[in-house]
C-alpha cells in the first residue's frame, strides 16, 4: 500500500515559476528511480525529467535550463522546480516513482500557463 500525492500546480503567467511536489507514504522499503511526465491535451504523455536514487538528473530538451528536478530521501518526496514558464508547459504533471521495485503514478497536477 503506496500513495503518492502532488501538489504545487496552477495558474502562471509567461515567464513565472511553480514548484511541484510529489510525496509517497506507506510501506515502503527503498524508492529508486524518481520521474516527472506530462500530458498536454490531445498528445502523448512525455518525460520531462528523471532524478536516480543517486542523484543523478536527466531533461527533456524542451525543459533543460528552465526546469530541476531533486529529491528528498528522508520524507521521499521529489520536486520539480518549473522557472521561465512557456505557455507550450500547459499540460496535468505526473509523478512517478519505483517504489518498492514498482511503478507508481500521482495523481496529476494540471499546470497552465497563460501568455
Known amino acids: 500500500q503506496v500513495q503518492l500525492v502532488e501538489s504545487g500546480g496552477g495558474l502562471v503567467q509567461a515567464g513565472g515559476s511553480l514548484r511541484l511536489s510529489c510525496a509517497a507514504s506507506?510501506?515502503?522499503?527503498?524508492?529508486?528511480?524518481m520521474r516527472w511526465y506530462r500530458q498536454a491535451p490531445g498528445k502523448q504523455r512525455e518525460l520531462v525529467a528523471t532524478?536516480?536514487?543517486?542523484?543523478?538528473?536527466v531533461y527533456a530538451d524542451s525543459v533543460k535550463g528552465r526546469f530541476t528536478i531533486s529529491r528528498d530521501n528522508a520524507i521521499n518526496t521529489v520536486y520539480l522546480q518549473m522557472n521561465s514558464l512557456k505557455p507550450e508547459d500547459t499540460a496535468v504533471y505526473y509523478c512517478?516513482?519505483?517504489?518498492?521495485?514498482?511503478?507508481?503514478w500521482g495523481q496529476g497536477t494540471q499546470v497552465t500557463v497563460s501568455s
Open positions: 532524478i536516480t536514487r543517486g542523484g543523478s538528473t
Open positions: 512517478k516513482l519505483v517504489v518498492n521495485w514498482s511503478d507508481y
Open positions: 506507506g510501506s515502503i522499503f527503498s524508492i529508486n528511480t
